[in-house]
């Protein structure tokens, strides 16, 4: 992975068709994705179960470029090795699922996997800053995460100010919840440059008739990157 500030797309595969995942992702990836983006959840840390690393494992065959895992459990530790095992190349915590947050960072890094750092929208940056040289990513989640198609929360300012604190360092910046191509130009000139989109890049669509995939991953990137 090479490291870049240009926009990309990572759309959910929440939002896709269950049955159909490894052609689900390699769909989304023919229409233009740049990421696969997993998102796991435990029904404790959130109220909702998804897929485990199995599931990651089953459709890492399928994706060619990066799968970016984000998991919405807790806790974190004990699940690591599994992820990176399942060819995971990003694993996201969230900050809220544990005490030692700085110890699960250098365990995803130890691992082999980019670590990335999720904080919920009631959260502040107050924890953030001590942790920017052991992350790769910072999400920021535009809904309180367990459940897709959710009204976006607005954390633009929440985003400039992670823009500036990070600086120079060679980490990402993404945003989970709510992206579309009405507010992909919110958070991308805010300075935001991956977007996870998952009804937003999957209606319309499926895996035998992926075009309006294409249409709708075009739609988000040419709103975001007329805004920067």
């Known amino acids: 992975m090479t490291f870049s500030r240009a926009i990309k797309i990572a759309p959910s595969i929440l939002a896709a068709d269950f049955a159909d995942f490894g052609a689900e992702c390699a769909a989304v990836e023919a229409q233009g994705a740049d990421w696969i983006h997993v998102d796991v959840m435990d029904g404790h840390f ?3 179960i998804s897929f485990g690393a199995t599931t990651c494992a089953a459709i890492r065959p399928h994706i060619k470029g990066v799968m970016d895992v984000h998991l919405m459990i807790a806790p974190v530790d004990p699940y690591i090795e599994a992820f990176a095992g399942a060819g995971a190349d990003i694993i996201t915590a969230h900050l809220e699922a544990g005490p030692h947050i700085h110890r699960t960072l250098q365990a995803i890094r130890g691992a082999g996997a980019k670590a990335g750092l999720a904080l919920n929208p009631g959260t502040g940056l107050d924890g953030v800053e001590n942790l920017l040289d052991l992350v790769d990513l910072v999400c920021v989640m ?9 009204k976006f929360i607005d954390m633009t300012a929440k ?18 919840g709510g992206v579309t191509a009405e507010t992909a130009p ?3 000139a805010a300075g935001a440059d991956v977007l996870v989109a998952g009804s937003a890049v999957f ?6 008739d992926p075009a309006p995939y294409g ?6 990137r040419a709103a975001a990157e007329a805004a920067l």
């Open 46 to 48: 959130v109220p909702n």
């Open 215 to 220: 249409k709708n991953i075009r739609a988000i």
């Open 203 to 208: 209606k319309g669509g499926s895996a035998r």
């Open 186 to 188: 919110l958070v991308a």
């Open 159 to 176: 985003i400039r100010r992670l823009r500036s604190m990070i600086g120079d360092r060679p980490v990402h910046i993404e945003i989970d």
């Open 142 to 150: 535009t809904v309180n995460p367990g459940f897709g198609g959710q």
